[in-house]
């Protein structure tokens, strides 16, 4: 036993004795050792004051604690009355500045005790903040075979992982190629290689939907056989809505297509009356159709309004003159006024505007009628000389027809068809010629 549990047995039977049996001193103590009688060392002797009756707690330590005594002026306590013959004294080393414990002296008091407790307490604590280390040797055949189990954990260990990374799930691996097989197929082909599966659906615009795509990591590649490898299963191709391209111009068009994964198809060019020169008039596929990404998309380009050549109907009736028009494409316009024409009879087109060329759709073409040749009087020129006559007809626009009888020797206009009288411009004048 050493110091502290002495002290915590001196305090339980400090804490179960009264103050008074505590001040009784035993006369049988005192006779059996008298106050100054010395040891065989030449410590001096003091009785312990303590009855017999209140022996039991260090009754039970067993055997009180030896304490190696200072040379100078060591104090031997003698055990209490009621321990076994032959029980050893308590040795006790007192402080060099304080006398020796004097028999007589009276048991430390309360106050006394408590001082105790809170030095040993400072004491523990003081003891816990300094690092001890135990004197004591081991026992050498326990060391032994504490050794020798650390050996056979860690051949267990490298046996262990040894198997782990040699062939088991830590050794390496090379991937197969899983492409285009079935799902089934596939995760065969993984777990013979030694690794476990997770599939995964992904589009995709190759393969066909239910079969492989490939894996992660790629195949060939050599990896440990306990990572993970995600199959990739074929959803398809993934497929967009198409944009509406009408009403953009090309270029407009081309970056639309460009921006939603699209390629441009083939582009075709047509007149079109309503949608301007450049414009895209339609496309296929049509809108909103779900397509996948790189799919051609062919465009119809406006070129604009046709260009519709003018027909010519000048010297036909008006009827069939605006017939001929409209079916062309064109308008036909008839101007308010119509017009004398020697050649062109009435009510027939004696002009138009524009009379050639090309106009677009809907575009008119304005019709100038004739009122007929105007009517021009005819002077009487008989009498008088042929070629005179003949130049003053041609100059009101008739033509002459000249008949020589007997040769028209004199030159002299014999009758005249028609004279005095009014007729159409143009017509024919006859003189006869002597």
Not at 157 to 184: E, Q, R, Y
């Amino acid at each position: 036993m050493d110091g502290s549990a002495l002290l915590s047995e001196l305090r339980h039977i400090r804490t179960t004795l009264s103050d008074a049996q505590l001040d009784i001193n035993p006369p049988a103590a005192k006779a059996a050792t008298p106050e100054g009688q010395q040891d065989a060392a030449g410590a001096t002797a003091v009785v312990a004051p303590f009855p017999a009756e209140r022996t039991e707690p260090l009754e039970r330590i067993g055997r009180p604690t030896e304490i190696i005594s200072s040379q100078r002026n060591p104090t031997t306590v003698l055990p209490p009355s009621g321990f076994s013959a032959g029980a050893p004294a308590f040795d006790i080393q007192v402080p060099q500045d304080r006398e020796p414990l004097d028999p007589a002296e009276a048991p430390p008091s309360k106050r006394d005790i408590k001082r105790m407790e809170r030095q040993e307490e400072k004491d523990r604590a003081r003891a816990a903040a300094t690092p001890s280390r135990s004197l004591r040797e081991g026992n050498p055949r326990r060391r032994a075979v504490i050794w020798t189990i650390v050996v056979i954990v860690l051949a267990i260990l490298a046996t262990a992982a040894g198997w782990f990374f040699g062939m088991g799930p830590g050794s390496p691996g090379t991937i197969p190629d899983t492409k285009n097989k079935t799902v089934a197929e596939a995760q065969q082909l993984l777990r013979t290689a030694g690794f476990q599966s997770e599939p995964k659906d992904v589009f995709d615009d190759d393969v066909t939907a239910g079969l492989a795509v490939g894996t992660e990591p790629a195949s060939g590649q050599v990896v440990r056989k306990f990572q993970a490898v995600s199959l990739f299963v074929s959803k398809g191709p993934q497929l967009f809505p198409l944009a509406a391209m009408t009403g953009l111009t090309l270029d407009q068009a081309k970056n639309a297509l460009g921006v939603a994964g699209m390629t441009l198809g083939k582009v075709t060019e047509q007149y079109d009356d309503k949608v301007p020169l450049g414009t895209v008039i339609s496309q296929s596929p049509a809108q909103d159709t779900a397509v996948r990404h790189g799919t051609p998309v062919a465009l119809v380009v406006s070129k604009g309004p046709q260009p519709l050549p003018v027909p010519d109907v000048r010297g036909m009736t008006q009827q069939a003159a605006v017939k001929a028009i409209s079916d062309a494409g064109l308008t036909a316009k008839i101007a308010p006024e119509p017009v004398n024409d020697k050649k062109v009879p009435a009510g027939a087109v004696v002009s138009q505007a524009p009379a050639n060329g090309t106009l677009i759709r809907g575009d008119s073409v304005t019709l100038t009628l004739s009122k007929g040749p105007k009517m021009v009087h005819v002077p009487n020129f008989i009498g008088k000389q042929a070629d005179a006559a003949r130049k003053a007809l041609e100059s009101l626009g008739f033509e002459v027809k000249i008949n020589n009888i007997l040769g028209g020797f004199f030159g002299t206009v014999r009758d005249q068809n028609p004279v005095d009288s009014d007729a159409p411009e143009g017509s024919v004048v006859t003189l006869t010629v002597v």
